[in-house]
């Protein structure tokens, strides 16, 4: 199975808002709406802040928002602030009945 | 809060087998029917690699490019799961997480702090 595909790094100025795209097949991303979101800081396990394509987990910002159009993902971060930089991935159910990442993206805040 | 905390060596000889045990705490491995065990990987700088994942019952489900050389099982009686990847290579170094799965794949919740495993003679 391919990883998803996501920009390798995104920044922007805090306030501002960025998304990151996730661009997968219709056997993964299009076909079902088990898309989630993780970010990472260094040294750290993933913690998950998107799930089922736009559902945040309890105690995640309302600052963080997912959408699906097809066979693509968009996590968009609004009100950037500093401690949003890190590493964001994204992952899917397939039909395969696995789970496929994304490569990951940095994001920078200027 | 469920806990979950990794443990095996540290270090591999190439050709030889990787294995690790992930403990559960403040929470049981079976009788979870909506939710899955399962191993992730990071190379060191590079992204995350799903590798597979188990349910209380005994199905598994592999990532099709390790399935060859991976199984996952489950120990319900010491509340574990555990890893093992054959004819590991130094392309296998990597942080291991081990992690629980909702149904679905929908979300990982909960990870463990993950360990490094060095494939190196």
């Known amino acids: 199975q391919s990883a998803l595909t996501q920009p390798a790094s995104v920044s922007g100025s805090p306030g501002q808002s960025i998304t990151i795209s996730c661009t997968g097949t219709?056997?993964?991303?299009?076909?079902?709406?088990?898309v989630s979101w993780y970010q990472q800081y260094p040294g750290k396990a993933p913690k998950v802040i998107i799930y089922?394509?736009?559902i945040r987990p309890s105690g995640v910002s309302d600052r963080f928002s997912g959408s699906k159009s097809g066979n693509t993902a968009s996590l968009t971060i609004s009100g950037l602030q500093a401690e949003d930089e890190a590493d964001y991935y994204c992952?899917?159910?397939?039909?395969?009945?696995?789970?496929?990442f994304g490569g990951g993206t940095k994001l920078t805040v200027l | 809060q469920l806990h979950l905390q990794e443990s095996g060596p540290g270090l591999v000889k190439p050709s030889e087998t990787l294995s690790l045990t992930c403990t559960v705490s403040?929470?049981?491995?079976?009788?979870?029917?909506?939710?899955?065990w399962g191993w992730i990987r990071q190379p060191p700088g590079k992204g995350l690699e799903w590798i597979g994942t188990?349910?209380?019952?005994?199905?598994?489900y592999y990532n099709p490019s390790l399935k060859s050389r991976v199984t996952i099982s489950i120990d319900t009686s010491n509340n574990q799961f555990s890893l093992k990847v054959t004819s590991v290579t130094a392309a296998d170094t990597a942080v291991y997480y081990c992690?629980?799965?909702?149904?679905?794949?929908?979300?990982?919740?909960?990870w463990g702090q993950g360990t490094l495993v060095t494939v190196s003679s």
């Open positions: 992952s899917s159910y397939t039909s395969l009945s696995t789970l496929v």
């Open positions: 403040s929470g049981s491995v079976s009788n979870s029917r909506g939710f899955y």
């Open positions: 188990v349910h209380y019952t005994g199905s598994n």
């Open positions: 992690a629980r799965l909702q149904l679905w794949f929908r979300q990982t919740d909960y």
């Open positions: 219709s056997s993964d991303v299009g076909g079902y709406n088990y």
């Open positions: 089922d394509v736009s």
